[in-house]
């Protein structure tokens, strides 16, 4: 007597669409209009930036750091050069 196993069922995904003004305003949480302003003229005149290196500069935190300059590549000031998932660099465009 041999037991069958029932064949196991995949795990149904549900897709969440989140809507764009939803995901901006959740991104310039935490960002005061005068540090992006400033960050706006001082970051294109660095070689590189990273989130460690705008923390130190400005007095936040990385993680919002991180969120400033996912927010400035969206703009077109800073392009992505490198790096990876958690430390990403930027260069001036």
């Keep these: 007597m041999s037991k069958e196993k029932a064949p196991k069922r995949a795990k149904k995904q549900e ?42 500069k400005y007095g936040i935190k990385i993680s919002t750091a991180k969120r400033l300059l996912k927010i400035l590549a969206g703009e077109e000031v800073l392009v992505r050069a490198g790096g990876n998932r958690r430390a990403p660099i930027f260069s001036p465009r």
């Design 15 to 56: 897709k969440v669409e989140l809507k764009p003004e939803y995901v901006q305003a959740q991104l310039e949480t935490n960002l005061s209009q005068e540090i992006l302003v400033k960050a706006k003229a001082e970051l294109p005149k660095e070689k590189y930036v990273t989130p460690f290196k705008v923390a130190q």
